[in-house]
């Protein structure tokens, strides 16, 4: 009791009382910690959140079914619903159409759910507002073959009410549908955030013209609640293009498709939180720097020296503690911002969904808030425990502290060479489970080894730039070189977290760069034709919206068009992962476009193997995830029968993560006997003649169905601005850490200052000028930039390619070109130096403010 007593009594003067004193790199502190914490918060809270919406989305749809019967892609025949009567009393089915429309008003893209209303509510859980749920207040919904149920929260900036007239943009055609029942917001009325509306299935068949069709059968076990079994017994009455899938199938789907993509952000929100702990062993340092003479005093008393470690390691947790905390609060914030640019990305790129906003309790934050206060005394334990165990005559002796703890940089420059072997070696192995865990732990094994290396290259710095500091900037350049290496400990930390920062921001920009080129001259080389022709489906592009086929005979009789080439693409399961089966025109393909094949004929030789034949074409990532190359087989149950593909030619594809199988459309509609289309385009004989035709298209096409109709440079403009807009959050991740780093500078400086007072005070003695110890500081503040620059630059390239050529290739598939912004490289080192010199501005300031005497008194 008496150790806890004396304990708290040292507390206080030796720890709180200082950081109270010292407010300023107090503040700096602690706002570098709650960067960190907010930003891996923020990150962690979208991610769950995008994932959770679309699986609560699901489940909701789904109600209480035990399993999915569905075809890929395709609407099915209903009669197949009449096999499962042998099952009825083991299984009860309730028929489904689905589809999406576009509120013309707000252009928000709604789902239309299609049931048996009469028996619908036995799976799935809504509730009328406007009418009771008995047969005579049903019968209206029922018997109206334009009526639609919607949510009470439907597009509140609507206000529709019972009666009102709804117009709809289905399968690009105006569609109006009146509002006959209001859904309270509870149950399937919250999902897709109330974007979501009922029909009666009858109705529904007619509006997404689906008559005798079926999109799905949701079905509940009656009895038997085993799915294997089950399954196996439904299964048995169906044909085989028919799967019997759990309801969470899709979302695990889904999970699978985004897991890579979340856990890119994972980790490169980590390093910002990494970075932001170099502040705590910063303040930590400077902590027993400042009190030296103290720590040496209790010692000589008798204290203990774990007293001693447990001071300053409480002392990070107090920082650690307070920095969490506004970390949790900020990250919360933050979230609703990366919230935004993640749900962009996933529709764009995966999925589309409606996330909703979430609900933070703060209980959640305490896992977080734990997290930063963990690695917030983690930091701590080697100044603390260096502290501790110095002998009182070492730690009052000045520079004692660095230069026990730093002492022997050839073994750290060893295990550094020896952490970059490592890395090395864990980049050429591959992906673990489909992911590349290595690839990651490459780059971590980078950027320890670049911190192992930073004393060598400090003691480098100084062996190779004192005569030219001193050739220009006279004794004040040559002193600031050869401090250096006076204080090799914080300087290497310093070092060491600027180099992190800008080898995120170089590592990042050479990638984000090198996707932008690559996409840009994908683009150029693939996309020949001169209009692009698609249904107005909304915001966002998918492959729900079809157009009938039959408005493409009358575009090719249009004055300059020379060929129009139909594209029509399914959602399909291939290997239990997501893929899409695509159709096209190969005899056309092969006169006028222009694939880029990596492995296979030349894509003007297509035709002559792809037309009419059960052969196929795989982008780059369905042959990556896959394993199939040229030569192999794909194999799919059709609705007519088993559809076994032969792989003529492997082609670089950068629109789909998922990847593609591409058919002949004559193959195509052998198998699924589905002559709608998703989009067209168009080859022009003249450019000139694009405004025309354009025109042309929109009346031939207009008077029918609403189309969006984009010229090549239009459609490369928009993918080029999804892809920045996609990427803005790795920017806003980058600048994060980058301003952390910089904090981490200044800290260091300021602590540099301190510990070499008396330094400076026997400077001033032997007649140094104030300014010229600004000078001196400033000096050295530029030399630590250069040094953490070029070491950032060299790591960013190696990143770099280990980002390109391993994660992206093993999470994704894609084949990128190296390409080097060379000049934005250069900039950027040169303003990341020239931002670290002005961090030494108030440093070096400080240093010419501190009175000599008090300094020296002591001596």
Not at 275 to 304: D, F, H, K, P, Q
Request: aromatic share 10%; glycine share 8%.
């Amino acid at each position: 009791m008496r150790d806890v007593v004396h304990f708290k009594n040292l507390f206080g003067p030796l720890i709180v009382r200082p950081l109270w004193r010292d407010p300023f790199r107090f503040f700096i502190t602690i706002v570098g910690v709650s960067l960190g914490v907010a930003v891996f918060l923020s990150i962690q809270l979208a991610n769950r959140q995008t994932l959770s919406s679309f699986t609560e989305t699901v489940d909701l749809m789904l109600g209480r079914a035990n399993a999915v019967i569905h075809a890929d892609g395709v609407p099915f025949d209903e009669t197949y619903f009449k096999r499962l009567l042998p099952l009825r009393d083991t299984v009860k089915a309730y028929p489904v159409i689905e589809g999406y429309g576009v509120e013309t008003g707000s252009q928000e893209v709604v789902e239309i759910l299609g049931t048996d209303l009469l028996q619908d509510s036995g799976i799935r859980d809504f509730s009328l507002k406007t009418a009771d749920d008995t047969l005579q207040g049903l019968l209206p919904l029922i018997l109206d073959p334009r009526g639609i149920i919607i949510p009470e929260t439907f597009i509140p900036e609507r206000h529709f009410k019972p009666g009102d007239a709804i117009e709809f943009l289905i399968n690009g055609q105006p569609v109006t549908l009146t509002l006959t029942g209001v859904l309270e917001s509870k149950g399937l009325a919250r999902a897709f955030k109330g974007n979501v509306a009922l029909m009666d299935i009858a109705a529904a068949q007619s509006v997404f013209g689906k008559i005798g069709q079926l999109d799905r059968i949701d079905v509940r076990f009656l009895n038997d609640k085993n799915f294997d079994r089950m399954q196996s017994k439904i299964a048995a009455v169906l044909p085989e293009f028919l799967h019997v899938d759990r309801p969470q199938h899709r979302s695990g789907q889904v999970e699978k498709m985004l897991r890579a993509f979340q856990y890119n952000l994972t980790a490169l929100s980590f390093i910002a939180l990494l970075v932001g702990l170099y502040l705590i062993y910063n303040m930590i340092s400077l902590s027993v720097v400042r009190r030296r003479t103290e720590i040496g005093t209790l010692r000589a008393l008798g204290a203990s020296p774990y007293w001693i470690a447990a001071l300053f390691i409480l002392e990070a947790g107090v920082i650690g503690a307070i920095g969490s905390a506004f970390g949790v609060a900020l990250g919360y914030g933050l979230a609703k911002v990366s919230l935004q640019a993640i749900t962009l990305t996933v529709q764009n790129l995966y999925v589309s969904a409606n996330v909703a906003d979430f609900d933070f309790h703060w209980s959640e934050g305490i896992p977080y808030f734990m997290l930063g206060v963990g690695l917030s005394l983690g930091s701590a334990l080697i100044p603390a425990y260096d502290a501790a165990r110095t002998s009182p005559t070492w730690v009052m002796r000045r520079g004692s502290y660095d230069l026990k703890v730093f002492r022997g940089n050839r073994r750290l420059t060893a295990l550094g060479i020896g952490c970059l072997a490592l890395a090395a070696v864990c980049a050429n192995l591959p992906a673990i489970g489909g992911f590349p865990w290595l690839g990651f732990a490459s780059v971590f094994l980078v950027i320890l080894g670049m911190s192992c290396l930073a004393p060598g290259a400090l003691v480098w710095m100084r062996d190779g730039s004192h005569r030219l500091c001193k050739n220009w900037f006279g004794g004040e350049g040559l002193l600031a070189s050869r401090n250096l290496t006076q204080n090799v400990g914080r300087n290497a930390i310093a070092v060491s977290s600027l180099a992190i920062a800008f080898m995120m921001v170089i590592s990042m920009s050479i990638m984000v760069h090198s996707f932008r080129q690559t996409v840009t001259v994908w683009i150029d080389q693939t996309l020949k034709a001169d209009l692009f022709v698609r249904a107005a489906g909304g915001k966002h592009i998918d492959y729900q919206y079809a157009l009938p086929v039959e408005p493409i005979a009358d575009l090719k009789q249009l004055p300059g068009v020379k060929a129009v080439d139909a594209f029509r693409a399914l959602h399909i399961t291939y290997n239990d992962q997501p893929a899409i089966l695509g159709s096209g025109d190969f005899e056309v393909l092969s006169r006028h476009g222009n694939l880029v094949i990596k492995d296979g004929p030349p894509a003007r030789d297509l035709a002559a193997l792809m037309v009419g034949a059960d052969r196929a074409i795989v982008s780059e990532p369905f042959a990556y995830k896959h394993g199939v190359g040229v030569g192999d087989r794909v194999t799919l149950e059709t609705p007519n029968g088993t559809m076994s593909l032969e792989i003529v030619a492997v082609y670089y594809d950068y629109s789909q993560e998922r990847g593609y199988a591409i058919v002949d459309r004559r193959t195509f509609l052998k198998y699924y006997e589905d002559p709608t289309v998703n989009s067209f385009v168009v080859y022009l004989e003249d450019k000139a003649d694009l405004p025309a035709v354009r025109k042309a298209i929109l009346k031939t096409i207009g008077a029918s169905h609403r189309v969006i109709v984009r010229s090549y440079g239009e459609l490369k403009e928009e993918v080029l601005r999804i892809f920045d807009k996609t990427f803005a959050i790795t920017y806003s991740l980058e600048i994060i850490g980058v301003g952390v780093a910089l904090l981490g500078l200044f800290n260091t400086l300021v602590a540099l200052i301190i510990e070499r007072r008396r330094e400076m005070a026997v400077l001033r003695f032997i007649g140094a000028y104030p300014q010229q110890l600004r000078r001196m500081v400033w000096i050295e503040a530029g030399l630590l930039g250069w040094i953490g620059s070029l070491m950032g630059l060299v790591a960013g390239v190696v990143v770099s390619y280990i980002l390109i050529f391993v994660i992206n290739k093993q999470a994704f598939g894609w084949t990128i070109q190296i390409f080097h912004p060379l000049t934005f490289m250069l900039a950027a080192t040169v303003f990341f130096w020239v931002v670290a010199a002005v961090a030494g501005l108030y440093p070096a300031r400080l240093a010419t403010q501190q009175d000599p005497r008090e300094s020296i008194r002591v001596e």
